[in-house]
């Protein structure tokens, strides 16, 4: 069902998001962020030889992270091929310092401490908790193509990080029953 009609408007800034999970060669996983914004009309620019021409990338970078099957960094490379300013090129160097980290839960918060502020490129940062829900959606179709992976012993990972997920919800009591707990048995605990 798409959105309900807009007001007349016209279009200012386009930001284009891709996300992709691979499975390596060598057993780990490829998570791969390309970012691209542009604009509908001319952007004065020093850096860019005078100006930024409509529909030209004003940004254009990307990310990789290679993973360890238990979601362990052990290799980040970012690239940024288009930006506003010269200097922007630098803001890359510091996402190898997440060679180690392991996306999991507190991911958004260490990634800002490593990566946030004049630390490394914003839109670059960004793209990393997105980055986090394509690593889970890419080893979930090592595990179990179709369904969430559960181990029955722990509760998933997976349940109570959504509404569709919540662990007093139809959707858990119905392919995770083990771990459904209605929302009267919820407050009783």
């Not at 390596?24 to 930024?52: A, C, M, S, W």
């Not at 360890?68 to 690239?79: K, L, N, P, S, T």
């Not at 980290?101 to 793209?127: F, V």
């Amino acid at each position: 069902m798409p959105l309900s009609l807009a007001v007349t408007r016209k279009p200012l800034h386009t930001r284009k998001l891709a996300l992709q999970g691979y499975l390596r060669d060598d057993g780990l996983l490829d998570i791969e962020g390309h970012l691209v914004d542009t604009k509908p009309f001319h952007i004065p620019n020093t850096d860019r030889g005078g100006q930024i021409r409509a529909g030209e990338s004003l940004h254009e970078m990307w990310i990789r992270l290679t993973l360890d099957m238990d979601f362990h960094i052990v290799a980040a490379e970012a690239v940024t091929d288009w930006a506003p300013y010269d200097h922007c090129q630098g803001g890359t160097r510091s996402f190898p310092s997440l060679v180690g980290e392991r996306i999991g839960p507190g991911w958004n918060r260490r990634i800002r401490s490593i990566l946030g502020g004049n630390k490394g490129c914003t839109h670059i940062t960004e793209m990393l908790a997105q980055m986090a829900t394509t690593a889970f959606q890419t080893l979930n179709s090592l595990h179990n193509p179709g369904k969430p992976h559960s181990d029955k012993q722990e509760k998933p990972v997976i349940l109570d990080t959504c509404f569709a997920l919540a662990t007093d919800g139809p959707v858990v009591a119905r392919e995770w029953p083990e771990f459904y707990r209605p929302e009267d048995e919820e407050k009783a605990l």
